[in-house]
């Protein structure tokens, strides 16, 4: 928000999902808007289903309201919601970003794996060539399978307690990445340079970790995406063993450009919008 607060001319956005409380983005949003001086607010919704649909029609007929983040459940159920969606949902069957075009009608995206992949480089870490444990199949897992299948990924072994939904996504990459090896499988099998938890396990303080670490190989770094606790059950756990972890916020700073470039935000400086993204506390 610019300095001068909340007017007639101020621009909305929003982060429905149930639960609601793990969300960063509004904090990060807040900072990154006044430096770049866009008149806009971003807020938390704690929305269900129904809410979702609300939130939707609001943003169709209130022309201020530009657009949503989604978060956990929403991500699946909104693709049938919206009007039209880019490639990569449709890769991913899932959508994460949604916008009101000129017209009144609603566009959607998905940048959790794009995010995903891009805060992995930010932090030293390349996934060309590589080999993947994919726990979790949702509407963020599903993003990042894809992504990681766009960036080069030599193998994907998917965990999913869901087998249906674990099958959808094992065909839709098929089709889209005809070349990539992918499975769906019970545990880890063979060594992986990367392990990533794509579940909401880890969101309550009593949650245990999603996987057990100790068996993976010591080259292995283990990943959430859980932004808030940072350090969750499972990074705790893969530190106590000496692998190396990646936090699940760099996934989040990593869209923040991505976030404005969609809205129609011109980015002239992607690594200042990062970095200042990252000084936000999860």
């Known amino acids: 928000m610019i300095d001068g607060g909340i007017g007639g001319e101020t621009l909305l956005f929003a982060t429905p999902g149930d639960p609601i409380a793990q969300v ?37 007929t209130i022309r201020n309201f530009r657009g949503i983040t989604v978060a956990i459940p929403h991500k699946i159920a ?7 969606v880019s490639d990569v949902a449709r890769a991913a069957g899932a959508v994460n ?20 992949v891009r805060g992995l ?11 993947v444990w994919l726990i979790g199949a949702g509407g963020g897992g599903a993003a990042i399978a894809a992504a990681l299948a766009e960036a080069g990924v030599a193998r994907i072994a998917i965990t999913e307690t869901d087998r249906d939904r674990g099958a959808h996504v094992i065909e839709r990459l098929g089709r889209f990445y005809p070349h990539l090896v992918v499975e769906l499988t019970a ?17 309550q303080p009593d949650d245990p970790p999603p996987f057990d670490p100790r068996p993976l190989g010591d080259s292995t770094v283990v990943c959430d995406i859980i932004m808030k606790p940072r350090e969750t059950a499972l990074l705790l756990a893969a530190r106590r063993c000496g692998l190396a972890v990646h936090h699940g916020q760099h996934m989040l700073d990593a869209q923040i450009p991505m976030y404005l ?16 993204a990252s000084r936000v506390p999860a």
């Open 97 to 116: 970003l949604v916008r009101r075009e000129p017209d009144g009608t609603l566009f959607g995206d998905m940048a959790d794996g794009a995010g995903f």
């Open 78 to 84: 909104v693709l049938d919601m919206v009007d039209d």
């Open 187 to 203: 545990n880890c099998e063979a060594a992986v340079d990367y392990a990533i938890n794509a579940t909401p396990c880890g969101l």
């Open 261 to 276: 470039r969609f809205f129609g935000f011109p980015v002239v400086d992607e690594a200042a919008v990062i970095a200042m």
């Open 121 to 131: 480089e930010l932090q030293g870490h390349s996934v060309r060539g590589a080999s």
């Open 24 to 60: 960063r983005l509004p904090l990060v949003m807040g900072p990154v808007f006044a430096a770049l001086g866009i008149n806009a607010v971003w807020v938390p919704m704690h929305a269900d289903r129904k809410g979702l649909h609300t939130v939707l029609e609001a943003i169709r």
